[in-house]
């Protein structure tokens, strides 16, 4: 009987992996080739990413024009032709006195703004990618939330700001309340776009 039960436990333990789990076949198994992958699979190489924005880097003709804002409660607004918020209202908050960025949408920045790029904590943040800084665009919103990009060439492209407000959070201690107002956009060779933002995101 104690031969029988040395020999389940040395079977038992010829069969187990180097790396504690089981193996088919003398190879990894799948979990441990997904890992493998995994921490060998390289990021977009710096090169792949400047040749995404070297179209950006050239002068353009294409015009955005925009404005950010929110309605925060019920009530009308007063809007004009172009959807532009005309009369700054109780009932509404715009992006006045703020940043505005304007980045080239490619596949790395879309990346970042999918990640981190509407947290309203991480706004201020900018990927250390050097062709990333070297194409963004910034303005400053006026009182009422409008914002201008001019010379823009052709693309697509990530437009964020932000809109926030404070608010009674008891009687002694007010709270932050608000976040990001951002969108994508297509520009034409050429075009005037108006770009109107009316909603922020409620990642932190």
Aim: charged share 20%; hydrophobic share 35%.
């Amino acid at each position: 009987m104690r031969k029988l039960v040395l020999a389940v436990a040395a079977l038992a333990f010829g069969c187990k992996s180097s790396s504690g789990s089981t193996s088919t076949n003398g190879g990894p198994t799948p979990a441990a080739r997904t890992q493998r992958v995994a921490q060998s699979a390289p990021s977009a190489p710096t090169g792949a990413i400047a040749a995404d924005y070297y179209p950006y880097s050239k002068p353009g003709t294409g015009t955005i024009l925009g404005q950010a804002f929110v309605v925060i409660r019920g009530g009308d607004v007063l809007l004009d032709g172009k959807g532009y918020l005309t009369t700054i209202s109780d009932n509404s908050r715009t992006a006045s006195g703020n940043e505005v960025t304007l980045d080239p949408a490619t596949p790395y920045a879309m990346g970042w703004y999918m990640k981190e790029g509407t947290s309203l904590r991480r706004f201020a943040n900018v990927p250390k990618e050097s062709a990333f800084r070297a194409a963004r665009k910034k303005a400053i919103a006026d009182e009422s939330g409008k914002f201008t990009f001019e010379g823009l060439p052709p693309g697509r492209y990530i437009v964020r700001t932000t809109i926030t407000w404070q608010t009674p959070r008891d009687s002694y201690r007010m709270m932050t309340q608000g976040g990001v107002a951002s969108a994508v956009i297509d520009l034409a060779d050429g075009e005037q776009k108006t770009l109107i933002i009316k909603r922020v995101s409620e990642q932190p």
